[in-house]
């Protein structure tokens, strides 16, 4: 059984992929340091797969833990990657934890690539790298734009430390996924996002307003240069998403891989206003949202949606699941955290 190194393995598309990992027969090893998620996902993941994944509670910026990680489970052949911190806003107020967080635990990992004769990698990345996109769809082609907060850089930064690295590297290869906007939950109801705290994601804070916890859904904005004035996004269905990652870890052990780097759009190819997914919320629902028009975010892209051809043709992934399916999972989750008297 090939064995897989999955870290922030236990956090909301982390838990997902190990999912689909061990669903296609991969041995996955999950390191988490716990800092955005709830060591009980373990028992998730073995309730819908019946196979409980390796875990050891570790944080990506202690070397000397990770060492002990690839030493005691030898033959790692490939690290997905999604342990980082993902708060826009926090990371504006706290640069050098983002910085730590996610740049050191990235250089670790790479270090220790060669050491333990691990082949290839699978990066988070972010259709953040593209900012405002100055032609839709946007392609990987697309230029890169300057980072507008630090939590974005880091995914710019990692990108280039990766490409360094591989490029002087023998042996190694990586894919860079930049994921569109992810929503859903897991179709069983057993896995899903936890927002720590206030939700600063649309979705969350929709299903969090559905089911009473927050008053009012704030709609950041009716004065875009869009049909209804909201602004327009990607939305991915996770599960889909966690797909992407296991073709992603095939094509890097079969060999496949055109270019020993290669970056792809994961998203829809469908671009979404906030108001359209209001709306297609409460369709699928039936639930009722309150919610008021206020100010722009600061910060907000107006819009962006992806060109996926590249995954759809070359990786031979594709996102399959309705807009509305994805939504009713996300609420089906909302009500399953009420069950258990989590939110
Ligand atoms: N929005 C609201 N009200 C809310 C929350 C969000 O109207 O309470 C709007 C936003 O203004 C935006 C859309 O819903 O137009 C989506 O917002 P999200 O915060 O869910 O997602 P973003 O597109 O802003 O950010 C996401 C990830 C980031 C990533 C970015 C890349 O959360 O990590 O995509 O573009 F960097």
């Given at each position: 059984m090939k064995r897989i190194l999955v870290t922030g393995g236990l956090g909301y598309i982390g838990s997902h992929s190990v999912v689909e990992l061990q669903q296609s027969g991969y041995d996955v090893v999950i390191v988490d340091n716990l800092s955005n998620s709830r060591r009980d996902v373990i028992d998730n993941i073995e309730a819908v797969t019946s196979v409980r994944p390796a875990f050891e509670e570790v944080d990506c910026t202690d070397m000397a833990a990770m060492q002990a990680v690839f030493d005691k489970y030898e033959g790692i052949q490939a690290i997905i990657h999604f342990a980082a911190s993902k708060a826009v806003g926090e990371s504006v107020q706290k640069p050098l934890l983002y910085y730590r967080n996610n740049i050191v635990s990235m250089l670790n990992l790479l270090e220790l690539m060669p050491r333990y004769g691990v082949k290839g990698l699978v990066f988070s990345s972010s259709c953040t790298v593209y900012g405002e996109p100055d032609v839709l769809p946007v392609t990987e082609d697309a230029p890169i734009k300057p980072a507008t907060s630090p939590y974005g850089n880091t995914k710019q930064i990692n990108e280039e430390i990766i490409r360094d690295f591989v490029k002087v590297t023998e042996g190694v290869s990586a894919i860079m996924l930049r994921y569109f906007n992810p929503i859903g939950a897991h179709p069983s109801a057993l896995l899903g996002e936890l927002p720590n705290?206030?939700?600063?994601?649309?979705v969350p804070y929709i299903t969090q307003t559905a089911i009473g916890i927050r008053k009012e859904l704030s709609v950041f904005g009716d004065d875009y240069d869009t049909p209804d004035g909201s602004c327009i996004r990607d939305y991915i269905n996770v599960v889909d998403l966690a797909k992407a990652h296991v073709v992603a870890i095939d094509r890097i052990l079969a060999g496949k891989q055109d270019e020993r780097v290669e970056v792809f759009n994961i998203g829809t190819g469908r671009g979404l206003s906030v108001l359209e997914l209001v709306d297609l919320f409460q369709k699928a629902t039936g639930v009722k949202l309150n919610y008021k028009i206020v100010g722009r975010r600061e910060g907000d892209i107006e819009k962006v949606w992806a060109d996926p051809r590249k995954a759809n043709e070359v990786l031979g992934w594709k996102a399959t699941t309705p807009v509305d399916e994805t939504l009713l999972s996300a609420w089906r989750w909302q009500e399953k955290l009420r069950e258990k008297g989590i939110q």
């Open positions: 705290g206030v939700p600063q994601n649309l």
